[in-house]
């Protein structure tokens, strides 16, 4: 256990609307990660942090943004939603070469 | 760019049968490779991991050894159980220690029959 939550843990919402999720960490890890899974698609990276403030692009960072305020909530938020976007997210945290998963939120779009 | 391929199953395997799930990558440094398993309704687990060239990975009795010259990280176990029913996912990292995310595989869902 990597001390990482994600909240919500099930979401439904409609096309157009916004939603923000979090992933909390109680580790003090530098980087953070937020990831989609999709049948046939495996996991893809979304968005990452290397800091408080600092953050970058995945491969599938299209409709996403991301905050990172202080070291241990990482925020992801879907500024308009589209029913392209739902998935399960998973945030994600580095330890050495390693990364630990949290248990993913469930976002339905409508 | 990076990228990993894996057999996407279902892989169907009675109870304390040889298993093998394939994995062979692309990418442009010197990666590291990982196995996660995700057991239905969960998360991602870190099975195992290698580092460098020819490190062997190993735990719950699941093994893989980094072959570059193949470049392959195969999954093995000698004897499956039931419990390891699960989905398998190959991954891999070339930024060491540093900041950029795993590049998966599509995963392989397996399904052992008692």
């Known amino acids: 256990d990597a001390g990482i939550t994600q909240s919500p843990r099930h979401k439904v919402t409609e096309t157009g609307t916004p939603v923000t999720l979090r992933c909390h960490q109680t580790e003090n890890h530098r980087y953070m990660y937020w990831y989609r899974q999709d049948p046939g698609h495996g996991l893809r990276l979304i968005h990452y942090?290397?800091?408080?403030?600092?953050?970058d692009k995945g491969e599938v960072s299209d409709g996403y943004s991301v905050s990172r305020s202080k070291t241990e909530d990482f925020l992801l938020t879907l500024e308009s939603a589209t029913s392209s976007q739902t998935s399960v997210y998973f945030c994600?945290?580095?330890?050495?070469?390693?990364?630990?998963f949290g248990p993913g939120t469930r976002l339905t779009v409508t | 760019g990076n990228s990993v391929t894996q057999m996407e199953g279902p892989v169907t395997l009675s109870e304390e049968a040889f298993l093998t799930i394939n994995c062979t990558y692309t990418a442009t440094g010197y990666p590291s490779l990982f196995w996660y398993v995700q057991y239905p309704g969960e998360g991602l687990q870190l099975l195992l991991k290698?580092?460098?060239?020819?490190d062997k990975g190993s735990n719950k009795g699941f093994e893989a050894t980094y072959r570059k010259e193949t470049t392959s990280f195969h999954l093995e176990k000698g004897s499956v159980q039931v419990s390891d029913s699960a989905v398998y996912f190959c991954a891999l990292s070339d930024s060491g220690g540093g900041a950029d995310g795993l590049t998966f595989g599509k995963g392989t869902h397996l399904i052992i029959q008692p």
């Open positions: 290698a580092t460098k060239a020819d």
């Open positions: 942090s290397y800091g408080v403030k600092d953050t």
């Open positions: 994600a945290i580095k330890e050495r070469y390693e990364q630990y």
